[in-house]
């Protein structure tokens, strides 16, 4: 292209609000496809062109299982008959993405990304952002997927979504922040699947495959600090043995945590499946567990110690109800 119309292109989807950083690692990924990249802004609508097509599909040896099912048989919610794994949680079975190299910076209100594969972070400082049938495959300080530092975007919905962190830190977190929906998203490969804060909803979605190594500290999900919170319906699994702290950790003692509800999930690995944010220099207040099932496929007790500590339930607002050890809801687990 010449030079003044190839400036003019990018002239006119430079107000895209989407900026498309080339990414600067040399690891190649043998699976990879070709690759778009480029450090300007570009008009974000992929119509196959900017890279091949890869067609999302189950795992490997998994079997497709149906859309879960519920009935609302008492006042605490729903009661779920089926679960997220891996092949109903991601990027929908047949969905052709096309392939990008490089961080994603999300700087316009509004922005749709669906149907990229890409390798690199997704950064949103934006309000109103959706993220969906996408693949992400990168590690990033403040999340594979999540809000800029010192931005606080409102809204930020990622649904159908894929996040491999490949196995490169044991610290970072596949989504980390505030002001975000979650809704079957698959992550694994990462320290941590969720770093969850204020006005966040985790539903739906499948979280394990921790990256651990050395003296980490792992979790499938975490919350440091936050109110109004709903962790509903999701596998949290923390599969790295001995360096799993928890699939669950509310710790109280890094900030104030206040109204989380967590309910109709599945817990499995860990010192302990779950803690509680009760410490005795820190109280996490109006905390919820309902209905939440124990595995004991990684330990007899679902963690290597048990399944809860931090717990009070004598705390102002907290409840623990119908917690129970998989798949026997008649069997109560008592903290």
């Known amino acids: ?43 974000f609508q992929p119509t196959g062109d900017a890279g091949s097509p890869l067609s999302a599909t189950a795992s490997p040896g998994s079997t497709p299982s149906p859309t879960p099912k519920k009935t609302t048989p008492t006042s605490q919610g729903p009661i779920y008959t089926s679960w997220p794994n891996a092949s109903n949680t991601g990027v929908p079975a047949g969905k052709q993405l096309t392939a990008h190299a490089g961080d994603l910076i999300i700087t316009k209100a509004g922005t749709v990304i669906d149907g990229l594969n890409v390798k690199g972070c997704i950064s949103v400082r934006a309000d109103n952002v959706t993220v969906k049938n996408t693949l992400v495959r990168a590690a990033c300080a403040e999340g594979s997927i999540g809000p800029g530092y010192n931005t ?21 977190s596949g989504v980390s922040g505030n002001n975000f929906t ?8 990462t320290g ?5 804060g204020s006005n966040s909803v985790i539903e739906d979605s499948y979280l394990y495959g921790n990256k651990v190594g050395g003296e980490s500290h792992n979790t499938a999900m975490s919350i440091h600090g936050g109110s109004n919170i709903v962790i509903r319906h999701n596998y949290l699994q ?19 945590i206040n109204g989380v509800t967590v309910q109709e999930n599945l817990f499995s690995g860990g010192g302990y499946c779950v803690y509680g944010g009760v410490f005795s220099d820190a109280t996490a207040n109006n905390v919820k567990f309902l209905n939440n099932g124990f595995l004991k496929n990684q330990w007899p007790k679902c963690g290597d110690l048990g399944p809860v500590a931090a717990w009070d339930r004598e705390v102002p607002g907290n409840v623990w109800s119908g917690n129970y050890w998989y798949p026997d809801r008649a069997n109560l687990v008592t903290p």
Do not use: F
């Open 182 to 189: 979650c809704r079957r998203c698959k992550i694994h490969g």
């Open 152 to 172: 606080s975007p409102k809204n930020l919905l990622i649904q159908d979504v894929e996040i491999d962190g490949l196995g490169q830190t044991t610290t970072y």
């Open 238 to 256: 923390c599969d790295g043995g001995y360096n799993c702290s928890s699939a669950l950790s509310l710790y109280s003692r890094d900030g104030t």
């Open 1 to 43: 292209m010449p030079a003044l119309i190839a400036g003019l292109l990018i002239t006119l989807l430079a107000g895209a609000g989407v900026v498309w950083a080339t990414n600067q690692s040399k690891d190649q990924d043998p699976t990879a496809l070709p690759e778009t990249s480029g450090s300007e802004s570009q008009e």
């Open 192 to 196: 941590t699947g969720i770093r969850a």
